[in-house]
């Protein structure tokens, strides 16, 4: 009976000079954040050249180190961003590799025979690089399951919808915003504005719109004697938290003049 192919590594090399990438996710998140990729790292290669990463992964892994959820993804997509993990191949299939993980990985198994590879996952052609190194290794390529690659198809169909309908809804609340904005300039830049704040927090659309129409009832309410500043660019408010200000009566305009004469 043959022995099983052995998969992945039992340990991997870590240099003793780090990257500067890796030194940057230190900097920011101190010795947790390194701490964070090295623990990545070593389940990419008991693996072998990746794993995957979806919300599942995620919350075993958090659980298993007794890792802050959101510590965690903040990091993963600081180094996503930095490269230390591909960014295309995470948003293609939601694994983390790496050019570098995988070379690592397969001159560590040089002297391993026949050795599967998903070819989708790969950076850059595998049989080159064994070549290079003079590996022993047998490449078989393995294309992705049929029904993984149905089922990412599906998964990114239904995110961008989601992507797109979410887009409409927070289209259609600028929209209502705008409408009630008393000064119209810069539509472009106040509806980015407004979509980036809504994308934060939802709930803060009700507010504004409750806020603004308090100050233009206010407004509308003043006497002819009330001190009543220009409305600012939407843009503007929007940046100041404007929906925030206290209503409150303002100076006459004998007391601004006044006030201006100090």
């Not at 590879?117 to 049989?127: A, L, S, T, W």
């Not at 998964?155 to 009630?180: C, G, P, R, T, Y």
């Not at 939407?234 to 201006?260: A, H, M, Q, Y």
């Amino acid at each position: 009976m043959p022995r099983p192919q052995k998969i992945g590594l039992d340990y991997f090399p870590l240099d003793t000079i780090m990257d500067d990438k890796l030194e940057l996710i230190e900097a920011k998140y101190d010795i947790i954040g390194f701490a964070i990729i090295i623990k990545l790292w070593a389940k990419i290669y008991k693996n072998s050249y990746w794993c995957k990463w979806t919300e599942n992964e995620k919350l075993l892994f958090r659980k298993n180190n007794n890792i802050e959820i959101n510590l965690l993804n903040e990091v993963v997509n600081q180094a996503i961003e930095w490269d230390i993990f591909s960014l295309d191949k995470y948003k293609q299939y939601e694994i983390l590799t790496s050019n570098g993980i995988q070379k690592r990985y397969l001159f560590a198994i040089k002297e391993r025979k026949n050795q599967e590879f998903i070819e989708e996952y790969c950076i850059f052609d595998v049989n080159e690089y064994i070549n290079s190194v003079k590996s022993k290794i047998n490449a078989v390529k393995v294309p992705l399951n049929p029904y993984i690659i149905l089922k990412e198809t599906i998964l990114n169909n239904i995110k961008e919808k989601e992507k797109k309908e979410s887009d409409k809804s927070l289209i259609s609340l600028f929209n209502s915003f705008w409408k009630l904005y008393p000064k119209k300039v810069d539509k472009k830049k106040s509806q980015d504005k407004y979509i980036k704040l809504l994308t934060k927090n939802k709930s803060l659309h009700p507010m504004i719109i409750n806020a603004l129409n308090k100050q233009i009832d206010w407004r509308n309410k003043a006497d002819e004697k009330t001190f009543i500043p220009e409305w600012k660019n939407p843009t503007t408010w929007l940046n100041g938290e404007c929906w925030n200000d206290e209503v409150k009566k303002p100076n006459s305009i004998t007391d601004e003049f006044k006030r201006n004469l100090l």
